[in-house]
């Protein structure tokens, strides 16, 4: 019989395949995690910043510390910094930070990076963290997983961000790197072990606690080829085919989004009609456009398009048309920008990375389209809609338009009429409903 594969000696000292006994340390217990905010997420009772899976992440570094320590190795010595990919609001960090270790870490959504840097400043202002490990921001990429010996990632929705972030650490991290992804059971699959095989020699689930679990990677598959971005043909609307692209980490892909596709058709039909003419009220033409949250950039790159379409030879009812296009996600962004360019439309449209049109001052543009999420994380949460609409009824200028898709089931129109003004149906089918609202 074979014996264990051993990594090098002083390094992670427990044979690969196998994971040392976890119990609730110090690390957490000292720690009162109901002290953080949710911010700029909606707050409620039920809702918490942390979660059990949180814990046992840590926890479970923990473990590993204390063998390193055991077997006198100094490669997993708390002194080593430790990567944190994804953090949605510091329940990994600020732990780490207060009992004195270096962290790195690196968050695809802004609106993490904003609630993350709220609780490190409340932290800070209250001297929690006067005796802290340094802290370092990155972008998820090279930069912040070169040499890394330990990385705590918290498991996305999306099989594609993991497949990615996989292969970034499995190239980038050391040879004797320690991935530890935990989740709550409720959200793991099967099929988080597979894409994670493709780039790990060793992969072991933990033991479940609490509902949650740990997946304990070691051993990198270097040199495998890049999985994004990706890229897809689809047919738009009066337009005809179109490249769609994507990073691991954009939400839907590259695919063409149903509630998406039948908005385009809608508004398609309103410039067939003579609609977008300009701004009733004011007689100003509307020159420009904000995509908010625009994913893999199908519909900056739609209005785009359309713009320079109607320029040749099409209705004039989006001539001239520029086109903000903004997402909290660092990915999307990315990937809006390769779709632009792609469809050669780069020099009209402008990428920002923006959470819920933060950068934009009040009652300052005249036309934005939505097709809003209603996930906060892993977690269904219809008010993350809300806020987004709350938010465009702050940037609309009074009589403003605001093109909304929406899951029929959810019933926005009502929040839609109260956040923002009149609101129309413009189209429905079996799953999705598009409407338009006029800033009161």
């Not at 402008?350 to 999420?373: G, I, K, Y």
Request: glycine content about 10%.
């Amino acid at each position: 019989m074979n014996a264990p594969a051993v990594d090098s000696p002083g390094v992670n000292p427990v044979p690969r395949g196998q994971t040392p006994p976890v119990h609730r340390t110090t690390l957490t217990t000292g720690f009162d995690f109901t002290t953080l905010s949710r911010w700029p997420y909606p707050e409620s009772p039920g809702l918490q910043a942390h979660d059990a899976a949180d814990v046992l992440l840590l926890d479970t570094a923990q473990a590993w510390w204390d063998a390193a320590s055991r077997d006198d190795g100094d490669s997993l010595s708390p002194a080593v910094p430790v990567v944190v990919v994804e953090d949605r609001h510091g329940a990994l960090i600020l732990p780490l930070l207060t009992a004195g270790h270096p962290v790195r870490i690196g968050q695809d959504a802004l609106a993490q990076e904003r609630s993350l840097e709220a609780n490190v400043a409340t932290f800070r202002d209250a001297g929690a963290l006067e005796d802290a490990g340094p802290l370092s921001r990155h972008g998820i990429g090279p930069d912040l997983v070169t040499g890394a010996r330990m990385i705590l990632l918290q498991l996305p929705r999306s099989l594609d961000a993991l497949e990615q972030w996989a292969h970034l650490i499995a190239d980038h991290a050391h040879e004797d790197v320690l991935l530890l992804a935990g989740g709550r059971d409720k959200h793991m699959t099967p099929r988080q072990n597979t894409v994670l095989e493709r780039y790990f020699g060793s992969v072991v689930p933990g033991r479940g606690r609490s509902k949650s679990r740990v997946i304990t990677a070691r051993g990198p598959r270097r040199g495998r080829p890049a999985p994004f971005p990706r890229t897809a043909e689809h047919q738009m609307p009066g337009l005809g085919p179109v490249t769609l692209t994507a990073h691991g980490a954009t939400f839907g892909g590259t695919n063409l989004d149903p509630g998406t596709a039948l908005l385009l058709r809608s508004w398609e039909s309103d410039l067939r009609r003579g609609g977008h003419e300009g701004d009733s009220q004011t007689g100003a033409g509307r020159n420009r456009a904000v995509d908010v949250g625009c994913g893999n950039g199908t519909i900056a790159v739609y209005l785009a398009l359309a713009s320079r379409r109607s320029r040749l030879d099409g209705p004039a009812g989006l001539n001239g048309l520029s086109v903000i296009a903004t997402d909290q996600s660092a990915d999307a962004c990315a990937s809006t920008r390769l779709t632009a360019a792609l469809n050669g439309v780069q020099d009209r449209i402008e990428v920002r990375r923006d959470d819920a049109l933060s950068t934009f001052p009040d009652a300052s543009e005249d036309l934005l389209v939505l097709n809003p999420p209603f996930h906060a994380g892993n977690t269904v949460d219809t008010r993350v809609a809300v806020r987004l609409m709350a938010a465009s009824a702050r940037v609309l200028r009074p009589g403003g338009e605001l093109w909304c898709v929406w899951n029929s089931h959810l019933m926005y129109r009502p929040e839609l009429e109260r956040l923002v003004g009149p609101t129309r149906q413009l189209a429905r089918d079996r799953t999705f409903t598009v409407t338009v609202s006029t800033r009161r």
